[in-house]
């Protein structure tokens, strides 16, 4: 069935939505963008996607085309008109389409290129891995040096997933002078002796929403939390692993680059930390 699809002020069936081959998204990768789950008909962690979407564009001097509460209410639309249950919203804004290529940014006034759609994913929160983890390879973190802002740009992090499926693994962790940054599309933390350990924010990983709110879970039950970069070794010694996404929620790591880590089964620390993640955000869903 065809989706309905949101474009520059738009709701359209997706087989008639377009945009000009000149937009700056498609010939510069110059946009941002945001996913956000939906749980039950309802956004999970939606104002933390809402807040990043802000600052993504504001450290690209590009203007915000909507207020939080027009994006809350595009996204619902979108949600309702398409009947979703559990699944995804995507949105993308660009620094629009000048008339011609130019490296030079177009006038301020150019008006960005707005797109969301919607993904259906039935039981996103029962997904079987959640049961028994993923196994990621490790991979040179070849990206840019500003990882913070959530660009279009995902050719690196999408090479990243193919060496991992050709490797007949789930996903990669990218390592920068020996210490891991993070997964291609999620954060990556290692659990030692009880506590969690996970790379501070910085410019070298994406600021995830749902690190945020799974170190707020953690913390609420007094769990231990060092947020400082750990190096490949200490994974690999490590008793447990973990990612974190919007798309994911939370996922054991069993192996690294073949090596089991732990037990080599999902461990009790990530498996606690979804149970509770999901709970909250659940309870938070707008
Ligand atoms: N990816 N790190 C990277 C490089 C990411 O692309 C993502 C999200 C995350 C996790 O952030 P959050 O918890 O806010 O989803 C970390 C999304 C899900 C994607 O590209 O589909």
Redesign the pocket.
């Known amino acids: 069935m065809s989706r309905i699809v949101h474009v520059n002020g738009t709701f359209l069936p997706e087989e008639e939505a377009t945009i000009s081959i000149f937009d700056r998204g498609f010939l510069m990768s110059d946009g941002v963008y945001e996913?956000t789950s939906v749980l039950g008909g309802k956004l999970i962690d939606f104002p933390g996607?809402c807040a990043?979407l802000a600052r993504s564009l504001r450290e690209l001097d590009m203007v915000n085309p909507h207020s939080d509460a027009e994006w809350l209410s595009l996204h619902r639309e979108l949600v309702t008109r398409n009947a979703v249950e559990d699944g995804l919203v995507y949105l993308q804004v660009t620094r629009g389409a000048p008339p011609d290529r130019d490296f030079v940014f177009p006038p301020e006034d150019t008006p960005p290129t707005v797109v969301l759609f919607t993904q259906s994913r039935p039981g996103l929160a029962d997904a079987p891995y959640a049961q028994t983890g993923w196994r990621v390879i490790t991979i040179p973190d070849l990206r840019w040096g500003r990882?913070d802002i959530?660009t279009v740009q995902?050719l690196y992090?999408s090479m990243g997933k193919m060496m991992a499926k050709k490797a007949g693994a789930d996903d990669a962790w990218m390592v920068r002078d020996g210490m891991v940054t993070?997964?291609?599309?999620?954060?990556a933390y290692i659990v030692k002796d009880g506590r969690i350990i996970t790379r501070e924010l910085s410019h070298d990983?994406?600021h995830?929403?749902?690190?945020s709110a799974v170190l707020k879970c953690a913390r609420e039950v007094q769990m231990s939390v060092e947020e400082r970069a750990f190096s490949l070794e200490e994974a690999l010694a490590a008793d447990e692993a973990f990612i974190?996404?919007?798309?994911a929620f939370v996922v054991p790591v069993v192996a690294i680059d073949g090596a089991p880590v732990g037990s080599g089964q999902p461990g009790g620390v990530a498996t606690r930390l979804r149970a509770l993640y999901l709970e909250e955000s659940r309870a938070h869903a707008m």
């Open positions: 996913v996607h990043r990882c959530k995902l992090p993070e997964g291609t599309s999620n954060n990983i994406l995830g929403i749902t690190r974190t996404s919007a798309s």
